[in-house]
């Protein structure tokens, strides 16, 4: 009984107290498109489904598995993606029929490439779906020619295009997560291509060794001489949870030739453990999505191995959460020389084993081993241990973007020191670059590489090259790792936290690291602008100089007209803030305005100079500076009456909400802006150019906007409202807890195969779950908002609201 109850009152408390944090917000964005960083795209008409990506060594040719087709691109060429030869692969009509009289839709009976290894210097090896019935072969990688006739793809590749596998291929040897049968319920991670002496293995399939996985990734260690598989399946260890998934690591070593009676042809070296991605007191991200190897750092050991990996929960209240975990090879290692968990097969529940130790499960070398031993191994392959990731934390975590894929780099940054950098893409289509630091991850920038949702999608950094490729079925993209041209000032530069990128004074622009350039300066650690750029013409000059007066953009007025000043944000990290020399702007006569603009009506006393000032980081620099003049009356008669409201600045409307910054704050602690800063920040074309203008113009619409309603534009302290909320959190978790104390009572009543927390990673949730489970928990992080400056710089996509409507004191 106890569990059950237990169990599903943990979870709804864990929602109750689950993070409040929205996780690192991208700090500048950038569309498809966008001059700012330029995407190359490889798309025809003839070809579809470029989702398997495979670079060849010196990374001028892309090999793509596509629908019927391999490709080879040239991507040598900087300004474009070239298509260097194609070779044809699709099932014959008898086949296509065939495997839509079996019942599958015709748009899933292509050939699909779902494996692309280099087999040798000569060869390429793929394996496509084929109309439902696998097909491999050998493809002479200069010409692009099928060299053999095709093999049989049985434990190769997967029947359904849309079922996750995967291979690799090392010395000549192929390694493979798959599904073996038609209908998809046969797993089994086997080795193809064996010669002489060694012969191929698969899994002993009579204990149960993987229950219903999804495999994600595979990856070769040479030290250890050993392939480590990624994938997640149904945890039985934990069968007071119905369908719990768990993530696994699993190994097998490539000296594996199977056992000579007992294993016959099968592994005598496989073992799993769990990988454990989860924080204390919370439930865990339990379902890994992709996972990439980061080698250790030159001359560091082998055990320095680290694998980050995205994942996502199956339970609702986490849902469109995802979290990054690293874990090192090291500790891999260690929970798999410990102990063993056995399953008692009468009562079929696992338990830590009691027996003595015939033999180390997951040890290389056991071909040899007697019987007895084998045995013990075929049994013994759950480590009792799970791997829990490096530092015990979360590397990072994010509730507004569901990540899919990622690759990892290490980049050495100006001060020569190494940090890493995480490519994450986000279902909805952004490549989030993230720096790891001290504090968290900083996400430097998004970039958009699609539109429309994939559901087959894949990722290839080409650390020489510097550019990543995002493979999708409408093409394949090319992103390079940073443009750091992109940042115009050494304030830019230097807030970017690119450690990609450095200023140089010399040529003063923010330019790309390398070996040969050290006179650059950057702080990826601190952001901290007035240290890194201090060398750096440093020009200090009253704000309100007479000739810096004279600077300002002139906008004519006439009297009781309503003016709206723009400012547009220079990042989504930045707050903007308004000032008038020798005045406050009261509260009465000004209206700031979600988007950072400021409105008013014209009379003598608010004619003159505004100044928009934007503050990141610490550092603060005007953005805009405006002078708002009466109009000569003869003007003033050529204006058309039927545009009441004048509007000032670089863009009109820019759809964004910040957080007002009161014009009454201090201003102690200003630094003034360095001259580079300020020359571009005359509202001339060549803001135009700055990375955050685009973040307003496209960026936002992958973001969650909703859940900063109303309250985001209190401004002050409003306590009445917190109390508001608060109340009605706490109702709302109250009822909560009876609806789900209820819920769970009927479900035991009528049956208990129903999943009782949780579902299937790909499942569908009951609307009803979703709702009573996200709602206070969305609420919560509502009600947090206004007080995080972080939070505040996310940019709306909603049109102006409320108190926008109306000027308080208007006199008309
Ligand atoms: C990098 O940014 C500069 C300045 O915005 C732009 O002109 C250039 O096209 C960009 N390059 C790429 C490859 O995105
Ligand atoms: C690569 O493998 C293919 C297929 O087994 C074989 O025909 C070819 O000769 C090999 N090439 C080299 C360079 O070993
Ligand atoms: C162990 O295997 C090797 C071949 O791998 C064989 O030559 C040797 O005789 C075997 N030793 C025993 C004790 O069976
Ligand atoms: C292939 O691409 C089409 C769109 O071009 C998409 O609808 C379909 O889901 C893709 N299929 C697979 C298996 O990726």
Known sequence: MGIHSLLSLSVVLLSCVSPSETGPTPRVSFSLGSPGRLVTRFSSPDVSNTTTLLLSHDGDLLYVGARDAVLALDVSNEDAITLRSKLDWSPSEKDLEQCSMKGKK???????????????????????????????????????????KPDEGRGRCPYDPYQRNTAIIVDGELYTGTVADYRGNRPVISRHLSEGRRVDLKLDDTLGWLEDPTFISSSFVPDEEKIYFFFSEVGREYDFIDKFI??????????????????????????????????????????????????????????????????????????????????????????????????????????????????????????????????????????????????????????EHTY???SVQRVQAVNQRDYTVLFLLTESGYLHKAVLLQAGAHIVEEVQVFVQPQPVKSLKLSTAQGVIYVGTSEGVVRVPTANCSAYWTCPQCVLARDPFCGWDPNSRACVRVSNSKSSLVQDVDRGNVEEACSSVSLTHRARFSPNKLSAGELVSVSLNEVVRLQCPPSSRLSRQQWERPNSRLSSELYLHLEDGSLSFVATPTTLGHYLCLSTENGFQQTVAIYHVRQKSSNTAQSQPSSHPVTQAGARPGPRSKLSEGTSEESELGRTEPTQSSRDAQTPTPQQDRDPALWTQESGLRGTKLWEEGPLMSARGPSYLKELVVVSVLLLLCVSLLITVLLYTFRQRCRSRTAPQAGTPPRGRRTSMEQEALRGPCASKRNGKTPHSAQAGVLVSNGALTGSNGHLPNTPI
Request: a neutral charge; glycine letters at 4%; proline letters at 4%.
């Open 404 to 406: 899919s894929h990622l």
């Open 246 to 399: 768990v993530s696994r690591v699993s190994q097998i070593c490539m000296s594996d030739v199977g056992g000579q009676r007992t294993l016959q042809r099968r592994w005598t070296t496989f073992a799993k453990a769990q990988l454990l991605c989860q924080a204390d007191n919370e439930l865990p991200y339990n379902v890994i999505q992709d996972i990439d190897t980061l080698a250790p750092a030159e001359g560091a050991p082998a055990d320095d191995t680290l694998f980050y990996g995205i994942f996502t929960s199956q339970w609702s209240v986490n849902s469109g959460r995802s979290a990054v975990c690293s874990f090192r090879l090291s500790d891999i290692k260690s929970v798999f020389s410990g102990n063993y968990k056995v399953l008692n097969r009468d009562t079929l529940q696992w338990s830590t084993r009691v027996q003595e130790k015939v033999a180390n499960p997951g040890e290389c070398g056991l071909h040899n081993a007697s019987d007895n031993a084998l045995r013990f191994v075929k049994e013994n392959f759950l480590a009792d241990d799970s791997v829990r990731p490096v530092g015990r934390t979360l590397t990072m975590v994010s509730a």
């Open 106 to 148: 015709m748009s899933d009976c292509p050939n699909f490439i779902r494996v692309l290894q280099f087999l040798n210097s000569s060869h390429v090896y793929a394996c496509g779906t084929f109309a439902f019935s696998p097909r491999c072969t050998y493809i002479n990688s200069e010409t692009l020619t099928m060299s053999l």
